[in-house]
């Protein structure tokens, strides 16, 4: 391990104390430490002339499918691919086989994490097999390493269920993480229901099928006074309750995608299974109004809802193919993009992106203050490149971005003072030794 990695000439952006400065960043021992005068000897130096140097990303809804379907993903390439994509840490969803709803799961989760790219906090179940009807061994999750439950995949169809669920995650500082669907709405859909559906000949979601449940959950989040995330929001409905919400002092958070503030159902339009997903896309009013949650502040976060599938469950009939895409890699370019539109400046993409995160989630990071743990994401915001599917990392191909040309990438990511992944070469970033 390198004694010590001094970042130079850098924009150093840091949302947890409002910093926006040309600035050196100096790292050693795993943590960052003040900027000395003199550059020791053995040093690694790198001028990040044009850079951002920002916290390590963090990303609170991500599929790494192990254990039970290491054949789409594993912790190991997952966190790569993570790695690859500016991120620090990540939040494994539960719904692995077996259910990640008890000790030993989240401990063999942990285990395989130990040499990983990226930190992993595991989210547990909220009930017992993920099946709605009966409550997981908080207490037992909580112990073993979870920092938050959620049945994401599947609703929690009980409003009896929910509320305990609240109650009893509140008592041991577990976030609950709503998988916001009224499946007797969406069952069987494959699509926004709406006109494309309908010139597709494909059964519809309609919008009403995410706003009813997020009404439901602000609702018992007002009732237990608890803490309430909402997953992956794609309509402009949700996205007005949760905005009411917030202004009547809920204590409810959410989050979106890139895959929503950037495609429509249009991207459907070719029966392309690589935009099919849950929730589904939705019309350009939604897109905007995901852009316009993220900008006033109904957002706090930005995930990738990352969901890794192999051919065998993609390459089928549109309304037989499995929902989701992976996202890991391309998340930051298209968030750029709402700076470069002017939606965000850089310092609130640096939040939803980071500090935010780390703040809902009470777990270290989303900070370049001394002393604090040397998780960094050094981007290059004017790199442009063309996202193949010979460069995705993940095992999953699933993404409706291949061939894009996107701009703005991460270069570089440190974590814990470990380089997990580097693409500085003599055109994007000097290095010195000292």
Excluded at 12 to 22: E, F, M, N, Q
Excluded at 31 to 41: A, C, H, M, Q, Y
Aim: charged share 25%; with cysteine.
């Amino acid at each position: 391990m390198e004694s010590l990695i001094i970042l130079q000439n850098g924009r150093l952006l840091d949302p947890s104390t409002g910093r926006d400065s040309s600035a050196d960043l100096w790292l050693k021992g795993g943590v960052i430490v003040p900027v000395g005068n003199s550059v020791p000897e053995n040093s690694r130096v790198l001028d990040l002339q044009g850079k951002w140097i920002v916290p390590g990303l963090i990303d609170m809804h991500v599929h790494l499918r192990e254990p039970g379907e290491e054949y789409k993903e594993t912790i190991a390439t997952g966190t790569k691919a993570a790695a690859a994509g500016g991120f620090t840490a990540v939040v494994c969803m539960p719904n692995t086989t077996p259910v990640n709803d008890n000790a030993s799961v989240t401990r063999f989760i942990l285990e395989q994490a130990r040499n990983a790219s990226a930190r992993v906090y595991p989210a547990g179940a909220i009930s017992k097999g993920s099946d709605g009807e009966r409550l997981a061994e908080y207490g037992e999750l909580k112990e073993a390493g979870a920092v938050a439950v959620t049945d994401d995949g599947l609703p929690v169809f009980d409003s009896q269920l929910m509320r305990r669920a609240m109650e009893y995650a509140g008592s041991h500082g577990l976030l609950v993480i709503s998988h916001s669907e009224e499946m007797s709405l969406s069952r069987n859909g494959s699509m926004n229901e709406g006109i494309v559906s309908t010139r597709l000949g494909l059964r519809g979601i309609p919008a009403a099928a995410e706003a009813i449940m997020v009404y439901r959950e602000i609702a018992l989040a007002e009732l237990t006074g608890q803490r309430t995330h909402i997953a992956h929001v794609s309509t402009a409905a949700a996205a007005d309750l949760i905005r009411q919400a917030k202004a009547r002092g809920v204590r409810v958070s959410a989050e979106t995608t890139p895959h929503y503030f950037t495609l429509t159902e249009e991207a459907v339009a070719e029966y392309d299974t690589h935009a099919k997903m849950n929730p589904p896309l939705r019309t350009e009013t939604d897109r905007h109004a995901m852009r316009e949650g993220l900008r006033d502040g109904t957002f706090d976060a930005i995930t990738t809802d990352h969901a890794p599938h192999s051919v065998l469950e993609k390459e089928v009939e549109f309304d037989r193919a499995a929902n989701g895409i992976t996202g890991l890699e391309t998340s930051l370019s298209l968030s750029l993009q709402l700076v470069r539109d002017g939606v965000l400046d850089p310092l609130r993409l640096i939040e939803v992106m980071s500090t935010a995160p780390a703040r809902i989630l009470q777990i270290p990071g989303g900070s370049l203050a001394e002393g604090e743990a040397a998780d960094v994401t050094v981007i290059d915001p004017e790199r442009e490149y063309v996202f193949t599917g010979n460069s995705i990392v993940s095992k999953g191909k699933n993404s409706p971005f291949i061939d894009w040309k996107l701009q703005g990438k991460a270069v570089l990511t440190i974590m814990g003072g470990r380089v997990t992944h580097d693409e500085l070469t003599s055109e994007n970033g000097r290095e010195d030794r000292h």
